[in-house]
């Protein structure tokens, strides 16, 4: 089973800054990593597939790079909207699909 | 628009079962993988199993297999997860969600619902 690991487990942000957060898999996962979004009391919601391709309706403040074992997903201006808990997922080597333990994003 | 809503949680004491079902619309159901992900009471999200559209394949996550079953109707868009000899540790909100938009990534989910396993 691939194990992903995300870091910082909560990241401090204030309105307007730029948000960078990693995902690492504990063994190569091509570009198959894919980003997802959940806010208190709400289901997911998929940001980001194929490390970098934006899901239908993300805006372009969410980016995604990397591949094989490192990931990173850069929210470029933070908005009020955004403050979440971000989860990467690997869908290389499956099943399982396996997630990451997310990253909280929270206001600074 | 694509919806999916589950159904059938609930509380029931250890060893007991359940079964969820999730009722699909907006999208052709019979064209589309499925999956049910778990997420326990402030922790992440797990996941638990898949169908493929034509529900010629199913896949678990261990910690289920023989306890959990998952299976569709396309006649009916509606996909279930029967869930028997439940734990303590199965306590979760179940999400049905839709694949894709390419395999093995999950593009909607519905709003969940909560299983509560206790005595």
């Known amino acids: 089973e691939i194990v992903m690991t995300q870091s910082p487990a909560t990241l401090s942000v204030s309105p307007g800054e730029r948000a960078t957060l990693s995902c690492r898999a504990s063994q190569s996962v091509s570009s198959n990593l894919a980003w997802y979004q959940q806010k208190p009391g709400q289901a997911p919601r998929l940001l980001i597939y194929?490390?970098?391709t934006r899901a239908t309706g993300i805006p372009a403040r969410f980016s995604g790079s990397g591949s094989g074992t490192e990931f990173t997903l850069t929210i470029s201006s933070l908005q009020s909207e955004d403050f979440a808990i971000y989860y990467c997922?690997?869908?290389?080597?499956?099943?399982?699909?396996?997630f990451g333990g997310g990253t909280k994003v929270e206001i600074k | 628009q694509v919806q999916v809503v589950e159904s059938g949680g609930g509380v029931v004491q250890p060893g007991r079962s359940l079964r969820l079902s999730c009722a699909a619309s907006?999208?052709?159901?019979?064209?589309?993988?499925m999956h049910w992900v778990r997420q326990a009471p402030g922790k992440g999200l797990e996941w638990v199993a898949v169908?493929?559209?034509?529900?010629?394949?199913?896949y678990y996550e261990d910690s289920v297999k023989g306890r959990f079953t998952i299976s569709r109707d396309n006649s009916k868009n509606t996909l279930y997860l029967q869930v028997n000899s439940l734990r303590a540790e199965d306590t979760a909100v179940y999400y049905c969600?839709?694949?894709?938009?390419?395999?093995?990534?999950?593009?909607?989910w519905g709003q969940g619902t909560l299983v509560t396993v206790s005595s």
């Open positions: 169908i493929w559209y034509d529900g010629s394949n199913k």
């Open positions: 997922q690997q869908y290389n080597n499956w099943p399982p699909l396996t």
């Open positions: 907006g999208f052709t159901f019979s064209s589309f993988d």
């Open positions: 194929g490390a970098s």
């Open positions: 969600a839709r694949g894709g938009p390419i395999v093995g990534a999950i593009g909607y």
